[in-house]
């Protein structure tokens, strides 16, 4: 790996095809969380990728390459939903309210129909979701990087939770449908 991050730093494009061949399917795993789509998935990790080149010379050789990977992916991702979100309102949290009931666990709900769920949340939810239950990011950080308060970021995440659980029960209605 070391001699590839050389020859990106050189700007070889061999190395750099070679790179992104062998991060694309990690990178692609990250930003797809972030995206209504697989198009707009791959579009975001393309725009990622031409960061990383740009911006290879910055990388500390003494840390994992994956990480710093998975920061530029996930900026990227925000990017995007900067872009996207221009228009859209979003509720402070004096506005959010809570539910106290549970969603039934779906056992047999695949990795990708859960990445399918997250990806119908509108950007706004979608994002504050990847970024703190995902990602790790606590809601100040998160405000930080959305230019939203620690407030909407909570009340974002509780809509987005309150979205999902919706979303599993209209699944769970389905399935009981199908049985009876």
């Given at each position: 790996?070391?001699?590839?991050i ?46 990383v080149?740009?911006k ?7 840390s ?20 996207e979100?221009k ?94």
């Amino acid at each position: 790996m070391y001699l590839l991050i050389q020859g990106c730093m050189r700007n070889d494009r061999d190395s750099q095809r070679l790179l992104y061949q062998h991060y694309y399917a990690y990178a692609l795993s990250i930003c797809i969380r972030y995206s209504r789509n697989i198009n707009e998935a791959k579009e975001v990790v393309n725009d990622g990728f031409m960061k990383v080149f740009a911006k290879i010379d910055q990388y500390n050789q003494d840390s994992p390459f994956k990480g710093w990977l998975r920061k530029i992916m996930i900026n990227a991702s925000i990017d995007q939903y900067r872009r996207e979100l221009k228009h859209q309102q979003q509720d402070p949290v004096e506005f959010a309210h809570s539910a106290f009931t549970q969603p039934q666990a779906l056992t047999d709900l695949s990795h990708d129909e859960l990445i399918g769920l997250v990806q119908k949340l509108s950007p706004g939810y979608r994002a504050v979701f990847n970024l703190h239950v995902v990602d790790g990011y606590t809601h100040e950080e998160i405000g930080k990087i959305l230019n939203i308060s620690a407030g909407t970021s909570k009340s974002n995440l509780l809509k987005a939770r309150e979205n999902l659980r919706d979303m599993l029960e209209g699944l769970n209605r389905i399935s009981y449908e199908k049985v009876n």
